[in-house]
């Protein structure tokens, strides 16, 4: 009877304390969302999550992996952010809200860590990014549409998604210092499509993400762009 009680103390034991290590995982995840340092509010619930999709693939893809968006920005580059799938499929496991993630990230656009920089998005942007995050992350069989009229092949914002968040490049609006600006170096449409097929340098190839005719799109637009064509 004796050895019947040790073994169920024992056993527990072992629950009481994965329950505390799930507690406390929950309450990490809450904190970093909520503790907040002025954030000036939630984000907002029924934020647009095809905007929040292209935002991300514009300002974000280039240095996260994420795989509803088509994006490896942390694959092979040292200046990477961490893969959003991974990074949230253990709290996604264990059960935590939507609207807990949505804030960790909200909390993550408001309040960067370098080398993210600041001001990628803001406001309503933000909170679309957040929800957008939220709903997909971990997440195999999550969909969602771009908004209407946002041509996922057009080359400029194949650049976007991909590029402008390590990459300067006045046509597209981008201003990522990680990498060259491309207003500058101006490369010549065979390097274009050499350092975008293969990457180097610390950035990452684009072989395999992007078809070759995307590539070539690609560095034609950029060899456009920057008076080189």
């Known amino acids: 009877m004796e050895a019947v009680t040790r073994r169920f103390r024992g056993s527990g034991r072992r629950h009481n304390r994965r329950h505390r290590l799930k507690r406390a995982a929950l309450l990490s995840l809450a904190a970093l ?10 984000a907002e619930e029924n ?5 929040g999709k292209l935002l991300f693939k514009q300002r974000c893809g ?4 994420l795989r509803e968006a088509g994006t490896q920005g942390s694959t092979g580059n040292p200046a990477g952010g961490p893969n959003l799938d991974q ?8 059960g935590f809200e939507e609207s807990t993630i949505r804030e960790a990230v909200r909390d993550q656009i408001n309040f960067p860590t370098p080398p993210m920089p600041e001001d990628l998005v803001e406001g309503a942007n933000a909170d ?11 997440d195999p069989e999550a969909k969602v549409a771009l908004p209407a009229g946002a041509g ?3 080359p400029k914002l194949l650049f976007e998604s991909n590029c402008g968040s390590c990459h300067v490049l006045a046509d597209a609006g ?6 060259p600006n491309l207003d500058q170096a101006k490369p010549s449409l065979q390097r274009a499509i050499t350092q975008i097929t293969n990457g180097g340098g610390g950035m ?6 992007l078809t070759q005719a995307q590539i070539r799109a690609l560095a034609q637009y950029l060899v456009r762009v920057t008076g080189q064509g």
Do not use: M, W
Not at 62 to 65: K, L
Not at 128 to 138: E, F, K, L, N
Not at 174 to 179: L, N
């Open 204 to 209: 990452p190839p684009f072989k395999g993400q």
């Open 174 to 179: 981008t201003s990522g210092t990680i990498g």
């Open 47 to 51: 934020a647009d999550t095809s905007q």
């Open 62 to 65: 280039g240095c996260h992996t």
């Open 128 to 138: 679309a990014v957040a929800a957008y995050v939220a709903t997909v992350a971990a």
């Open 33 to 42: 969302a909520l503790a907040g340092c002025g954030t000036g509010g939630l």
């Open 152 to 154: 996922g092949n057009d």
């Open 87 to 94: 990074a949230f499929a253990g709290p996604k496991r264990e």
